[in-house]
């Protein structure tokens, strides 16, 4: 059984202050050169990125991006780039998976 699809929402502020929407999901999976990207900078230049993993495998660095449109998604890649990275594959999001609640039946 699939868990229901759901439209990844808009976070609101928690300070009540008007911003942006930021519509517009994406993660982005990132190689860095020779040397290392820095997550705090980039986190701290861009309020796009949400969230960021460090991976072993083909990417090095995995960002969660909440951007207001295809111009800041195009902003963030090429800032990413002269940051130093080497390679750079977006993929935008376009649902949410959440497991349904496990029903628990009593057994026969």
Known sequence: MTAPLRLVPDEPDPAGRARPARALHAIARIS????????????????????????????????????????????ISTALYRAGAAKVRVDLVLRALTPAPVTLRPVP
Do not use: I
């Not at 701290?44 to 951007?67: T, Y």
């Open 32 to 75: 860095h050169g020779p040397v290392p990207l820095d997550f705090d900078r980039l986190a701290a230049e861009f309020p796009a990125v949400q969230s960021g993993l460090a991976l072993a495998g083909e990417a090095d660095l995995e960002l969660r991006l909440a951007c207001t449109g295809p111009e800041e998604l195009r902003t």
